[in-house]
């Protein structure tokens, strides 16, 4: 069953709420045809289409907010870790195990939710520094680790070594510790700056 | 010396205006068709079925949003249906400057294919 709801909060990242409301809902309608694999493809097509416009417009804007992003990241990820030195449970993180072998659940749990934690904040600073403004300065961002973790996987599968681990940390693990937490944060940012638009309901 | 400058303007603002792509005649042509059903599912099935082509949805909703910002097309929200999970639909018309850009579009290629003995035979 498609979810109209993230796809809505998604296209708001990219276009006005209302042209968002109405792509949901065209796309809603056609995943009865077509399913949800459909929708999920669908909507990663037309988000990437609306930002690679936009940034065709005005490609020195969106590389600042690129830059911009990665400052606000950087800045909070130390920032987490710092705090995670003060109360006494940054050990989780030192010593890691070899590359190869899984890290174990405690170790694990801490760096997820650390680049969660890091990555959520970052996309409500930048996307309340960005206000109403489109595409939301989290995209960018968001691409950026996308294109990270894509050429990590094909630069592996070139060498001749993909592991396991390393394939599971960027098939899930970017989406869910990165990508995720990064567009919810500029999704709850973009709600807050604007009032719902037009044509939902709710 | 402002003729140069006035001459440089009309000539940009003629090539983003009125020169379509073959995609967005595609779209203008099914928008027209349609009439008052014009909406992002309906034109894209409706170039489907004219043409056999399969549109990709994101390339459909930008060339929609640039036909707009280009005043060629206007649109205005219709109202929520349950089938779409509450959520309403976009509907598009062609502006008279997109009708005339369509216009202008067609005449060019009649003009270029004017004379050309293969469509002759083909259409004779």
Known sequence: MPNTLVAEELLSLVTPRDRAVSIAGDLTEEAARYGAIWFAGALAGVVSAMFFGAFGRAKLRTAAMLVAGLAVWAVLYLLLRVGGLLLGIEGLAAGSAPPSD??????????????????FLTGLVIGRAGGSSLPSPVMPLALFWAAVAAMAFFADLA???????????????????????????????????EPVGLGTAR | M??????????????RNSHLGEFEQLVLLAILRL??????????????????RSTAPGALYTTLERLERKGLVSSRLGEPTPERGGRAKRYYAVSAAGEAAVER?????????????????KHA
């Open chain 1, 102 to 119: 899984l890290l174990p659940p405690a170790m694990l749990a801490y760096l997820g939710g650390l680049l969660a934690a890091a990555n």
């Open chain 2, 105 to 121: 579009a067609l005449r060019s290629y009649q003009s270029l294919l004017e004379g050309l003995r293969f469509f002759e035979k």
């Open chain 2, 2 to 15: 402002a003729r140069p400058v006035i001459f440089f303007y009309n000539v940009g603002l003629m090539s």
């Open chain 1, 159 to 193: 060498a001749g070594r993909p592991t396991g681990y390393c394939t599971l940390v960027y098939v899930v693990g970017v989406p869910a510790f990165y990508i995720g937490p990064l567009l919810a944060g500029g999704v709850y940012a973009a709600r807050r700056a």
């Open chain 2, 35 to 52: 009439g008052d059903d014009a909406y992002g599912v309906a034109i894209r099935d409706e170039i489907r079925c004219r043409t056999g």
